[in-house]
Each structure stands twice: as C-alpha cells, then as structure tokens.
C-alpha cells in the first residue's frame, strides 16, 4: 500500500492508497515543532482504526511546502514503516514538462495537482487550488505546465478582515443568502464568499484568453466545496486532486 502524504501551511492530507484505489483520507492540523513520534502516533492510529497494520505499507511519496517538515516525515517513513519516501521536489520525474521561468521555484503541492489533473482530464485544464492560498496552474493542450497565479486564501482574508478592524466580527465561511447583506456578518459573508467567487471567474477567464481556447476549470483543497458552486467557471470539483497527482508521481519514480 501506498501512503500519500501533501503537507499544507495549514492542513497536512494524508491518502492511503491500495493499488491504484485510494482506499482512505484524513486531515490533521500542520504542525511545524511537532516531533517525528507525534505525528508517528496520529498516522499509526488512523491506519489501525481504519484495520491497516503499519507493515502493510510499503511505499511513501511526500509533497510539502513547510521545508522543516520533510526532515520530520523522511524519519518518521524510516522508523515506523522502514520505508524511504519519494519527496516531491525539483529532480523528480514528473512526466510533465515545466515552462516556468525557474522550475525549483514550483512547489511539489502544484506539480502533484498538475499531474493529477493530467491523469484524469483532458488538456488544456486549469487547476484552482484553494487552500490557505488560492493558486491557479494552467496547463496546455499540449500537456506542458505554463504558470497561473497565487491570491490571498480565503480564510487568511476572513481573519484579516477581523484582526484589523475594530468592530468586525470573527464569521462563518458560508455562503449568504443574497449579496446585500443585511446585517454585519452576512455582509462580511458576502464579500468574503461572492467576493472569492469573483476572482476565481475574473482569473480564470483572463487565463482562458491568454489560452486562446476553453480550458476545463478543475476545482481542490480544503474550501473548493464552499466556493466552486459559487463560481461561473468551474466545472469539477476533485478533493483529492493533489493525492491522486502524487501517487501518480511516485509511480513514475519507484513503481
């Protein structure tokens, strides 16, 4: 079994995959000074709850972009799972050709997403990432990576809006039920929601027109179910996009 593991500024995902079924998911808060036997404990009691003894596992593949990170998980896989991972990171075989201006600025989260993406849908696609950034990967109809652009996340926008202010309030990531809002925190839910749907129709649709031809929109990470049905442009919604792109990396690489 294949345990697939994207490490987030915010959230770290954790796939489990049996073949080429990805059998389970979990989600666990990222924690920078956690010690390698911490998250040990979380992991090994996730596998055992879901009746997964550690010595099925037998390959690790690691996207992260919390660098301290990947020391912590390159010894966890050594010593509870005897195993060493393939961390995702510029020299690894990706099947996908990079056109930006310098590769091993890309992060591994964006390379998985891309190569996930490929595995399932046609080019050219647009990935719309939303996590504690929102970032757009554009892929051609040829199948190379070009580029996209990074915003603010949308809870990281929510929480500026209430430690910067005086009197606003701390609100709920749900959609309103009308754009004017008629009251304080439905209001904030407006320009929060609607105002992320927003940009997410405003970036894609200029990428589109860059593009010269229609892109399918592929929606992921943690608030795509929020927003996407919110938006004029995304047409698929797939939470464990950047899962599927790692296992389809490790395989390119180790398989």
Not at 150 to 166: D, F, H, N, Q
């Amino acid at each position: 079994m294949l345990l697939a593991i994207d490490i987030g500024n915010t959230n770290i995902t954790i796939g489990l995959f049996r073949d080429d079924k990805l059998e389970a998911t979990w989600r666990i808060a990222t924690g920078v000074h956690r010690m390698p036997d911490e998250y040990a404990v979380i992991l090994l009691n996730l596998l055992r709850n879901h009746g997964v003894d550690a010595a099925e596992v037998t390959k690790g593949a690691v996207s992260c972009v919390v660098p301290p990170l990947v020391a912590t998980f390159n010894e966890l896989f050594e010593h509870y799972f005897n195993i060493e991972p393939l961390v995702i990171s510029p020299g690894v075989k990706t099947g996908i050709r990079i056109r930006y201006d310098n590769p091993r600025e890309l992060g591994g989260d964006r390379i998985s997403n891309a190569a996930g993406a490929l595995s399932l849908y046609k080019p050219p696609i647009i990935v719309v990432v939303m996590g504690t950034a929102t970032a757009f990967d554009t892929i051609s109809k040829e199948g190379d990576y070009l580029g996209g652009a990074v915003a603010p996340g949308l809870a990281i926008s929510a929480e500026a809006l209430y430690t910067r202010t005086a009197a606003l309030p701390r609100v709920a990531l749900v959609p309103p039920r009308r754009a004017i809002g008629a009251n304080t925190v439905a209001a904030m839910q407006s320009g929060i929601i609607f105002g992320y749907a927003g940009l997410i129709d405003g970036i894609v649709t200029r990428i589109q027109e860059e593009l010269g031809h229609k892109a399918i929109v592929v929606a992921t990470g943690g608030y795509s179910n929020i927003i996407a049905k919110e938006t004029r442009v995304i047409e698929k919604v797939n939470p464990d996009l950047t899962l599927i792109g790692i296992k389809t990396i490790h395989a390119l690489n180790r398989d």
